[in-house]
């Protein structure tokens, strides 16, 4: 045969890929993720990956981080263009499925999404073209409570507190006191969403920078900008929040807070869980109420791992009805990819199997794969080596590379005893059971910790 | 304001998307087929959804059908198209994947992927722009065993008999046996592959087209078209085909199947969900030996649910390695499409929660919100009725329409009791329980069916 063109398998610039070891520490967090977000009551959906064009430009977003879709080849006279593109976040869709199946869904709607979103960025650290967002938004009919505000960061809680990430602080915020306290200065209302944009920066440029853009860009004089400044870096302390007097807007924003901090208590959201940060803003200009952040307090510089907020209108470009919504979403591949970078989560074994049976003699093999039929049928993940007539010693080191925590072992004496061996491989220790209680032997035997994925 | 256009949102042709009742059916599918996977010792990958279009290009698919990525706007002097295109298989990623981390993986390699893959293919009914696979693979390095073939239908079996479509029947075949039959009728090599695309449509297209087609693109005389295809149509029986005298290869595929059938035995495959089927014989090219197809006893007409095979070198494209391998493909979004609409699986509630906690009195709002926090301790899934100021029969409505199966409906006076109320929609029972019992008085009407999501 003629020697084949070899073309050269390598990684695309800004599309992560998982070895297995790393998936498998991503599928145990989607498998949280999921079940968190529906033990509060949220329903999973799902969008195509792609969108209409002009439903994607309907936000205004940037066009050159949208990929449209052609076909490589189209037939005579045809256009291979199409005229869909890739969805670049799970907002958008969501508020063209909303509107699309209007009649067909029960508000308040309560959903999930867990897809993956493409942007055209320019490759960077940290950046990805390709990545998983995990949302829930809660969307109303005309209105919507604020306990769904109170709600977002217990489901934050409830997950990462399950993942190993170290301590972590929801920090939130309501727009409305920002947005009343810029009026009580004095700064023009069509001045705001600029001098909100210039205090989402506070974290990352720093006070001096803020406070010059804040006289630039927002327009306020050097006197109420540092007025400005220490009200973002003051306590946010509800009792002293209600003592200030801004007007009714700033008011309301109160009012707000406080009802979602009490709802926060009532929920049993832990109070170190949680904290209100005057200077959090969020840059996106559709906010309209309760915002939040999610900081690692070891690594701050991780920026925020989770955030989101209270909107007015969800999909006012599809549809007349009013859609109020609260909503977060979890950047997963982005946190996973910096975990992994930092070391701060490390990759287990490379199998999602318990148990691998060993392969001894072929004149036993149906004995042994009884063996491996019992194991499943008892719930455990079980791997049969397939592989015959290889010596006990390279099974053994391939369960070892692979990181299986037990190892079973069936020799023809043994079975024809009607015994088995069960080892355990970092402990090394081995016993020999009646068959019938492997499978007992194999689970008392797995740490607690591992448990079976999904 | 000024009135915004409003863009109608509208199905995509092709792209399909379920309403939360449908996806929550798909949902537990994925659940059921994860667990199963991994219960065998498949280990999740997750490739990009797109690749380099030279790796695509590679297999010589149709390229009408493969989407290319371009940005839908670029600036001045750079090209808006890329390299990218989206994937049409997991097969190719996998070959891929497998050539390009053959360092850091361990063999026998065991995967499994779950992802949507798309085809640029002329909409009509039951054929999908975008859709779900889920697929499995064991590759070996330079060899793998026949246990691993019979593990494939093992695991389809696990899958399906858990997922409530009817009676199933996996068949299989081995090209091999085939191929040597063809030899030993005097056709020539390079005649079979033509020869083996017409068998594969034996059910399709009837005895006579393909005595027809046998005859001529085959060209096989009258006779040994008629003598091959009573052969095709033979029981396949393991003893009668040990009996025929058809060459060596035709003896190593009747080998190889016995040992795949004995396998499939001890494994613990019942006998009449699986059988041997001569006319099964893959359309590709690639496949070597034992071929799967699976199908539905009384929706014949659905085709193949599930298929695959052993194909003798997984990555001849990207790497030197030999690799072969045994996989099987199901194609989620197809059955589940066609089952929806033949009203064969049904959707259930839209929600995937448990117990809907009424909202009775703000005054009582932190007590009411305890009562959810203990439920979802206890792990049940509980959504909080958000809306304030509505009456119960409101609630009770919602919570029918969204097919809730517990509500909670907590007074003030039954909470100044220290006690709440539980009703069961369905039944229409309603029983008063001490409030520290609620979680237990849930769960104990819960139908025993309705598993929790995950």
Not at 15 to 40: D, N, S, T
Not at 391 to 411: E, H, M, T
Request: with cysteine.
């Amino acid at each position: 045969m003629a020697e084949r063109r070899i073309v050269k398998p390598q990684p695309v610039s800004g599309f992560p890929e998982w070895l297995p070891e790393q998936k498998l520490v991503e599928e145990r967090w989607l498998a949280v993720i999921r079940r968190e977000f529906a033990r509060y009551g949220f329903t999973p959906i799902e969008t195509p990956a792609i969108e209409r064009k002009e439903v994607l430009a309907a936000k205004g977003v940037v066009e050159k981080e949208i990929y449209a879709l052609s076909r490589l080849a189209a037939g005579e006279g045809e256009d291979p263009a199409t005229e869909m593109a890739l969805h670049f976040d799970l907002t958008v869709p969501l508020a063209r499925y909303v509107a699309q199946h209007f009649a067909s869904l029960t508000f308040p709607f309560r959903r999930y999404q867990i897809q993956k979103v493409w942007r055209g960025e320019r490759p960077q650290a940290g950046r990805f073209r390709e990545f998983y967002q995990c949302d829930i938004d809660a969307i109303g009919n005309g209105s919507l409570g604020l306990l769904n505000d109170a709600e977002m960061p217990c489901v934050i809680h409830a997950i990462f507190s399950q993942l190993d990430i170290g301590r972590f602080v929801v920090r939130l915020n309501n727009r409305k006191i920002l947005q009343g306290y810029l009026e009580s200065l004095g700064l023009p209302a069509e001045r705001t969403p600029a001098a909100l944009r210039v205090i989402d920066g506070l974290d990352k440029v720093g006070r001096d920078q803020v406070r010059h853009e804040l006289q630039g860009q927002a327009g306020l004089d050097g006197a109420a900008a540092e007025r400005l400044l220490g009200f973002l870096e003051s306590e946010g302390e509800l009792g002293a929040l209600r003592r200030i007097e801004a007007g009714p807007l700033f008011e309301q924003g109160v009012a707000e807070l406080t009802e979602v901090v009490d709802g926060l208590h009532a929920l049993g959201m832990p109070a170190e869980a949680f904290a209100i940060d005057l200077g959090i803003a969020r840059g996106l200009d559709y906010y309209t109420g309760t915002v939040y952040e999610t900081v690692l307090v070891d690594r701050p510089d991780f920026g925020s791992i989770c955030s989101g907020g209270r909107y007015d209108n969800l999909a006012g470009t599809f549809t007349k009805q009013q859609l109020p919504g609260v909503g977060i979403s979890i950047g997963l591949t982005r946190l996973l990819a910096r975990l992994f970078e930092a070391e701060l989560v490390k990759p287990g074994p490379a199998t999602a199997a318990d148990v691998l049976v060993t392969v001894m003699d072929k004149a036993v093999l149906p004995q042994t794969l009884n063996l491996a039929r019992d194991l499943r049928a008892a719930g455990l993940n079980t791997e049969v080596y397939t592989q015959l007539n290889k010596k006990l010693g390279d099974q053994l080191k391939y369960a070892d590379k692979k990181g299986f925590p037990i190892v079973v072992i069936a020799g023809e004496d043994e079975l024809a005893r009607g015994e088995v061996t069960v080892k355990h491989l970092a402990s090394g220790e081995q016993v020999t059971v009646p068959q019938r209680d492997l499978p007992h032997a194999v689970r008392a035997r797995l740490a607690p910790a591992s448990e079976q994925q999904e």
